[in-house]
Every structure is written in C-alpha cells, then in structure tokens.
C-alpha cells in the first residue's frame, strides 16, 4: 500500500444544489484531502420526475428532461464537464426510452440511474479546482446486500482506498456503493455522510468535516454518544454514520457554508466538564403527539407490536415513546408531514384486525415539539430530573409528555410547540 497520505489530510463532505456550492467546496480544498459530495433533494427530485413521466406516464418526459438538464449545466461552464453532462443524459434518455425498467423486478435500475447522475458531481467541482480527480463512489465502497441492508466489506474497500491514495486530491460522489460482481447499492440513509465517514476512518485522516446549510444551535462540542441523542430526530446528521468515526478515534466537526464557522465537534471525550452533567439542550422541529388509549390495552399481548409493525409498514418514523405504567394509552410523536399517514395506517389497523383494544384513538393537531436534555454525565447527577422539571414549572411550561432512556444520558420532554423557546431559555438557565 502506499504511504503518501498525509497526517494532515481531511475528509469533507457537502451537498450540491447551485453553483455557489461549487465554488465553496472548490474553494475548501487543500492538496491531500478528499471530499463528498452528494446530490441535493432538487437534483433527486428532478430526476423522479424524469423517471416517472418516461416510464410510469409512457410518454416522452421532454420537459423533465430539459429541467434536470438546466440544473446540471447551471453547476458548472466548463467544456469539458457540459461534454459529460450530455453523454450521461443522452444515456439515461436510452436507458429510460427502451423502458429498461420494465424488465426490473425490483428499483435497482432506479438506483444504478442516480448514481450515474450523482456521478456527475465531482466532475463539476473538478473544473474549478485545480489539480482535483473526480472518482465515483463506487470505484472505492465496496459492499453486499444483506435482507436489502447495505453491509460494507471493509477489507476491500480499505484496499481499494489505499490504492487510490497517493496524496492527490480526490472528490467523490457519495451515497453508492458496489457488488463485487458489479451491481450498484444505495448505502440508504445518511449514505453520502456515510462515504465520507467510511473514507475518513479507513484512511485514518485527521478529522472528518460535514458543511451545511442546515442551522444549529446545540452544544458545540459533543461526545459520540451525546451526538446519538442530539441528532436522533435531525436531518443535519443521520447518527449511524458516526460508527466508524468513533472506532477510529477520529473526531467529526460540523461547519457552516455560508460563514465557514465551525458549529460543532463530536469527538471521543467530553471536552469540557459542565457541573451539572448537562451538556446542552436542544429542540425538535414541530411534531405531532398521537396516544392511542383504552381499557381493552390492559394486559393485551401484542398491541405495541400491532401498532409500530403497521407505522413501519407505512415507513413511518418515530420519534418520541411514552407509555404510562397503568398501561393505558401509549404515546408516540411523528413529523407533522407524516401525520395523515399515521391516522390512516391506525384506522386501517383497527378495520382491518378489529381490535377491540382501541377503545378511543385520540391525537392532539396542534403542533408540540421535543425538548431534549442531554449529557454524558447526566447519570451521575442525583437529582437532575427534579431540577429540569422545576425549571420549567417556574417558567410556568406544561410538560405534555416526557422520557428518560435507560443509559440516563437523556431526557426527552414533549410541549407545546409555542413554548419551546421558552423550554430552551429556562433549562440553559442550569448550564
């Protein structure tokens, strides 16, 4: 293998949805380093609608072709990149024209055409950075597929890294990766963050660096676990990708693109001792809170199961369980964009099954958020959930719901959502 890589080297990974973008992540690059770059929500929707009007409609997606070409052609001027741009759509055109899909039992064709697009990426970051290779993420990452998970081979991908390093500047696309027979995978969620953390860890770099344009306002240095319970319900950072980070040993910074500021460090230590055990508090986007209750729960074996197996169902994701002793109502938070789905999955599990359990489904419209307290040495502090509780009673905050997991590094507190700046205010009061 060889040995030019640098001790200095950074890993860093950005989402591309303009040219501005371009230049930041051109402008952000030293010799040695490697970035990700991965395709923004703009450029997968253009490209489903693409696919949808050619194949699902069967009628020729002119104009949802001429849109994702204007986005891609927008990223960069370069000859040399536009000549590509063509090639690759001119591809995709064929591609979808023979209704290849068709013959596809299942999305992989879908999957292998958004990778060639995403592929496009680091070639028009490549023209306005000089002496930069762009390289398919799929050329590195190599992985199978277990019961439709992702499951990384490292040692070959560890190998075909190496192979690559030689101190040159890479960009890569993210979120693919590859069979060894060939066949392209989608490394599912977070699978962009989690190229740049896999490249990161295997090539032992300094640190690994996300830039966003997300905002954040929690603490600013974190430990691993801390940053499970920070971003659990975020889309800033999807916590499984930090994994390999963390058995490295290598610290995660977040930074701001438009100010260049960092925002935040994850790393495998407290860096800095808080009194009170709290690290920092942080608070949810708005959310719904559904409880479903009645006496015919008392005891039922198999009602927890019933209920989460159907939001699963309807690839519905939780973010908050509470449940009372008495057993009877069980109380869960969604995002508030999943919300008629969550009452239409309940109401078909309740016709479909007839459970007489559900004596009354009840939820609350308006909108709560989620407050949460955390800190590695939370568990260590007799007598912290009293001076949370009594910080918010004082700030006079009804608290509709709350949980605590059983680390003890944790506690989740659901309100209204108009109060939860005033949650913030009065539990930073204890910081």
């Not at 209704?99 to 060639?116: E, P, Q, R």
């Not at 192979?163 to 060939?182: H, M, N, P, Q, W």
């Not at 949980?403 to 109060?419: A, F, K, R, Y």
Request: with cysteine.
């Amino acid at each position: 293998m060889p040995h030019l890589i640098s001790n200095s080297m950074k890993v860093k990974h950005f989402i591309i949805d303009s040219a501005y973008d371009v230049q930041q992540a051109a402008t952000n690059l030293k010799q040695g380093d490697w970035m990700v770059v991965s395709a923004s929500e703009k450029l997968e929707n253009l490209l489903q609608q693409l696919i949808d009007a050619q194949l699902r409609q069967k009628k020729e997606a002119i104009e949802e072709k001429h849109d994702l070409e204007v986005f891609l052609t927008s990223l960069s001027a370069n000859s040399t990149y536009l000549e590509e741009v063509g090639n690759t759509l001119y591809k995709l055109h064929l591609l979808l024209a023979e209704g290849m899909l068709m013959t596809f039992s299942d999305n992989s064709l879908i999957v292998y055409l958004k990778a060639m697009i995403t592929a496009l990426l680091p070639q028009s970051i490549v023209a306005s950075a000089a002496n930069a290779i762009a390289l398919d993420s799929r050329d590195v990452i190599v992985c199978e597929s277990n019961k439709g998970i992702p499951v990384i081979d490292w040692k070959v991908t560890e190998n075909k890294l190496h192979e690559k390093a030689d101190g040159s500047t890479f960009i890569v696309s993210g979120a693919y990766g590859r069979r060894l027979a060939g066949e392209t995978l989608d490394l599912g969620q977070g699978g962009s963050q989690l190229t740049a953390t896999i490249i990161g860890s295997l090539l032992k770099a300094e640190e690994v660096q996300f830039h966003t344009t997300a905002s954040y306002d929690g603490a600013s240095e974190l430990t691993y676990e801390e940053a499970a319970q920070v971003f659990s319900s975020s889309t800033l950072l999807y916590p499984p990708v930090i994994l390999p980070l963390k058995k490295a040993s290598i610290p995660l910074t977040i930074h701001s693109v438009s100010t260049a500021q960092m925002l935040a460090k994850i790393a495998s230590a407290t860096l800095s001792e808080k009194p009170t055990g709290i690290t920092g508090v942080i608070c949810s986007e708005p959310m719904n809170l559904i409880t479903v209750c009645g006496t015919g729960l008392l005891g039922s074996v198999g009602i927890s199961s019933s209920i989460f197996g159907a939001l699963a169902e309807a690839e519905i994701n939780i973010h908050f369980i509470s449940q009372s002793t008495s057993e009877y109502s069980i109380s869960f938070a969604v995002k508030r964009s999943d919300i008629k789905h969550t009452i239409t999955a309940l109401r078909q599990l309740i016709s479909d099954t007839q459970l007489h359990a559900f004596n009354d489904l009840s939820f609350d419209d308006k909108q709560v958020s989620i407050v949460t307290v955390y800190g590695n040495r939370m568990r260590n502090v007799p007598g912290i959930s009293g001076k949370i509780y009594s910080a918010l009673g004082d700030a006079n905050i009804n608290i509709i719901a709350a949980s605590q997991g059983g680390e003890e590094m944790s506690i989740s507190i659901v309100v209204d959502e108009q109060d939860a700046k005033q949650s913030l205010s009065a539990i930073n009061t204890l910081l």
